[in-house]
């Protein structure tokens, strides 16, 4: 049968739940400590660029940011299928996130939603042209969250396996000193690479909140 990222994702969640929240503790955990660090950050975030009434956003934005890395660090594992290396599946997941800000929109503002297609100030007569680059242009950010997150992780994937395969062979046809080297900068490129995970999964969030913010004020 085969097992889902999502699947893996929840399992090990669970797990990890389970085992962390077995003892009480009377002063908070690290475990604790860190997660509350990571909300507060995220609603600090939140605040200063959507607003202070706008707090409820902070926690879905820190779980799609924890989902995104989870998904992205399960790429490194063997047998697990690295769905964001694939732009089919990412730019699914930013589309229905885009629609979801646009449905947002649209609630809050109804039918005065297409007024953030037109720049206000706008001379009248360039006002046609104008919309059609707002429209396209808003219809390009979930290709744009979705490309960028598919081929900065593909790119890191491929350099990480060409790496390790070179240094593997390294390994077995030379002396010890070249064999260390190249384990070395393996495990480097393997913390960068870790890195860039942490990276793209934070800007796609900040990615999303940025349109959500053009959403919730018209901007």
Not at 133 to 158: D, Q, Y
Not at 161 to 185: E, N, Q, R, Y
Request: charged share 10%; hydrophobic share 55%; aromatic share 14%.
């Amino acid at each position: 049968n085969y097992v889902t990222d999502t699947t893996v994702i929840i399992t090990m969640s669970l797990v990890l739940y389970f085992i962390l929240s077995k003892r009480e503790y009377i002063s908070p955990s690290r475990y604790q400590s860190l997660v509350e660090l990571s909300i507060d950050h995220w609603k600090s975030v939140v605040s200063e660029n959507l607003g202070n009434d706008q707090e409820i956003y902070s926690y879905y934005l820190w779980f799609l940011f924890l989902f995104l890395f989870g998904v992205n660090l399960l790429g490194f594992m063997i047998y697990i299928f690295p769905v964001t290396t694939h732009i089919c599946i990412t730019f699914g997941l930013a589309f229905s996130l885009w629609f979801c800000v646009l449905i947002i929109a649209l609630k809050n503002f109804k039918m005065n939603t297409l007024s953030m297609f037109l720049p206000s100030g706008s001379p009248l007569g360039m006002s046609p042209l104008l919309v059609i680059i707002e429209i396209v242009s808003n219809i390009s950010r979930p290709v744009a969250l979705g490309m960028r997150l598919a081929a900065n992780l593909t790119a890191g994937h491929i350099l990480v396996t060409i790496l390790g395969d070179f240094g593997i062979k390294l390994v077995f046809i030379s002396s010890a000193l070249p064999g260390l080297i190249s384990v070395i900068i393996i495990f480097l490129m393997v913390l960068l690479e870790i890195g860039v995970l942490v990276i793209q999964a934070y800007v796609f969030c900040l990615l999303l909140m940025i349109y959500l913010k053009d959403s919730l004020y018209l901007h």
